[in-house]
Antibody, heavy 125, light 107 residues
Framework: EMQLVESGGGLVQPGGSLRLSCAAS????????MTWVRQAPGKGLEWVAN????????HYVDSVKGRFTISRDNAKNSLYLHMNALRAEDTAVYYC??????????????????WGQGTMVTVSS | AIQMTQSPSSLSASVGDRVTITCRAS??????LAWYQQKPGKAPKLLIY???SLQGGVPSRFSGSGSGTDFTLTISSLQPEDFATYYC?????????FGQGTKLEIK
């Protein structure tokens, strides 16, 4: 069975750091763009960051640029999100997702077909 | 960043109803849009990508259409398991942006 399992969430003080992990099983992470999406309590979904198959390209939402770093270790079949200078507004469930990147009509699309169960990050003193 | 605006924000409907949810982009995004379904306490589920391509395993009562700035998700005959929150997501440029969600409730 193909699945993603996140870990590393927890309670952290404002200004603190945390590293989230996302372990893949049943498929090779190295073949896919990977993405982090978060959801604050009672709120909608927010795209956070993504990373290319070989780790050579990353993108971030403006609110986390300079504070969060997405990375991957394809040998360990794992994705990471390094979060620094955490703020109360970073409090959310963080999901990792596989992008199957379908190619149609000369365009590569995003399509997040496998998601983890989510890990909760709470930033509070 | 491109803003995605969904309407309505919430909707009450009955089993068997035909339902349409709209997503409007603040600028043209070709057909680079996906739809996701989320149930409480669960991860989102991919329904449609490239505006109208049905993800494998998703029932054919779900369909998507649109291009440019205006998109729709249609459920042809609501089933009990369809009551959930639906989100659109543009993948035309970065940062990717979701709509605010449409909560579909039982009437």
């Amino acid at each position: 069975e193909m699945q993603l399992v996140e870990s590393g969430g927890g309670l952290v003080q404002p200004g603190g750091s945390l590293r989230l992990s996302c372990a893949a099983s049943g498929f090779s992470l190295s073949s896919y763009w990977m993405t982090w999406v978060r959801q604050a309590p009672g709120k909608g979904l927010e795209w956070v960051a993504n990373i290319k198959q070989d780790g050579s390209l990353e993108h971030y939402v403006d609110s986390v640029k300079g504070r969060f770093t997405i990375s991957r270790d394809n040998a360990k079949n794992s994705l990471y999100l390094h979060m620094n200078a955490l703020r109360a507004e970073d409090t959310a469930v963080y999901y990792c997702a596989r992008d199957m990147t379908p190619y149609e009509g000369n365009i590569y699309y995003d399509a997040f077909d496998i998601w983890g169960q989510g890990t909760m990050v709470t930033v509070s003193s | 960043a491109i803003q995605m605006t969904q309407s309505p924000s919430s909707l009450s409907a009955s089993v068997g109803d035909r339902v349409t949810i709209t997503c409007r982009a603040s600028q043209g995004i070709r057909n680079e849009l996906a739809w996701y379904q989320q149930k409480p306490g669960k991860a989102p589920k991919l329904l449609i990508y490239a505006a109208s391509s049905l993800q494998g395993g998703v029932p054919s009562r779900f369909s998507g259409s649109g291009s440019g700035t205006d998109f729709t998700l249609t459920i042809s005959s609501l089933q009990p398991e369809d009551f959930a929150t639906y989100y659109c997501l543009q993948d035309y440029n970065y940062p990717r942006t979701f709509g605010q969600g449409t909560k579909l409730e039982i009437k």
